[in-house]
């Protein structure tokens, strides 16, 4: 058996792997605003299964066109006419890859445009950073269309914003935006020019961090938020007595000892 796994072929996604370890995955169904149907969640869950074993240092996820992403194939769902037990299902391969980027150990930068909405939503908040452009904006139109999130917004885009206003984007299908959208938290960066160039420097700032110390933040974080504070700490103890004894980080303490490493300072 090898650790290091082969990719099957994509139907719905775009990749690109660098030279130094950044993936730029990209939903690509522009025509249909990149609506979630199964077989572009069964890629996503194809890729990010496996990406952390394939040498992904850190993963930008982008979206064709003009918007991101408008959340679950409606007409697919329509076509369907699903039973409530096999949308239970559809619901759960939805969690099945959205857990495989929250917890998968490598870092994934969504680049946002456009409409990120309903389910489009649910796939930003599984990512650990989120940077938008001036033409980005959020909903949750599910109470609108007579439906209920089904991808993890009452856990995510609720760990983002706060109960409250996760209600309220539910019941008036509020839109945030703009300076707005970042103050409640949505999206950690707003860009004026392009929300996947920035995606992309701060993919290869994280890809320049050691990988075990990457794992540690884009897993530990969110496997600790789901125990207790005790639980937690003695979780951080075990990882931190991993991460922070790792030989590779020996020459990065050596370079600080030695004055030679990057002082932390203010921004100038
Ligand atoms: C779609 C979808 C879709 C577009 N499923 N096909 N999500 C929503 O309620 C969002 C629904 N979509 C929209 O509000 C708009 O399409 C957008 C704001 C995203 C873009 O508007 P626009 O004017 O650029 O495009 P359009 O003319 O509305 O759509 C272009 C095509 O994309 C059209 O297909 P065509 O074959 O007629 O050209 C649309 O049908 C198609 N399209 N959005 C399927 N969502 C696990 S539970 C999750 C719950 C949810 O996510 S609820 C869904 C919330």
Redesign the pocket.
């Known amino acids: 058996m090898t650790l290091t796994p082969t990719l099957s072929a994509l139907t719905n996604l775009a990749l690109e792997q660098h030279d130094d370890g950044v993936w730029v995955v990209t939903l690509n169904r522009p025509?249909?605003?990149n609506?979630?149907?199964e077989a572009t969640i069964e890629d996503l869950i194809e890729l990010f299964s496996k990406a952390p074993r394939m040498g992904a240092l850190a993963i930008v996820l982008a979206g064709a066109g003009?918007?991101f992403c408008?959340?679950?194939?409606?007409?697919?769902?329509h076509d369907e006419d699903r039973s409530p037990e096999q949308f239970m299902h559809?619901?759960l391969r939805?969690h099945e890859a959205f857990n495989k980027m929250e917890y998968g150990g490598v870092p994934i930068i969504a680049a946002l445009q456009?409409?990120v909405?309903?389910?489009?939503l649910?796939l930003a908040s599984a990512a650990h950073v989120r940077v938008a452009d001036a033409s980005t904006y959020f909903a949750?139109?599910?109470g609108?269309?007579g439906?209920?999130?089904?991808?993890g917004?009452t856990i995510r885009v609720t760990d983002l914003v706060g109960k409250a206003r996760m209600i309220d984007m539910m019941l008036t299908g509020r839109v945030y935006q703009g300076q707005e959208a970042l103050d409640v938290g949505l999206m950690q960066y707003l860009e004026t020019g392009s929300s996947l160039d920035k995606a992309l420097e701060l993919a290869r700032r994280a890809a320049a961090n050691l990988p075990l110390s990457n794992f540690a933040i884009c897993s530990a974080v969110s496997h600790m938020q789901n125990m207790s504070a005790l639980d937690a700490a003695y979780a951080e103890a075990v990882v931190a007595g991993v991460v922070n004894t790792q030989p590779d980080a020996r020459e990065r303490l050596d370079a600080f000892a030695r004055k030679t490493a990057a002082r932390v300072r203010p921004n100038s």
């Open positions: 025509a249909k605003r609506a979630l149907d003009d918007h408008a959340g679950l194939d409606l007409v697919e769902h559809v619901c939805w456009g409409a909405v309903g389910g489009g649910e949750l139109p599910e609108q269309r439906l209920f999130t089904g991808g917004a």
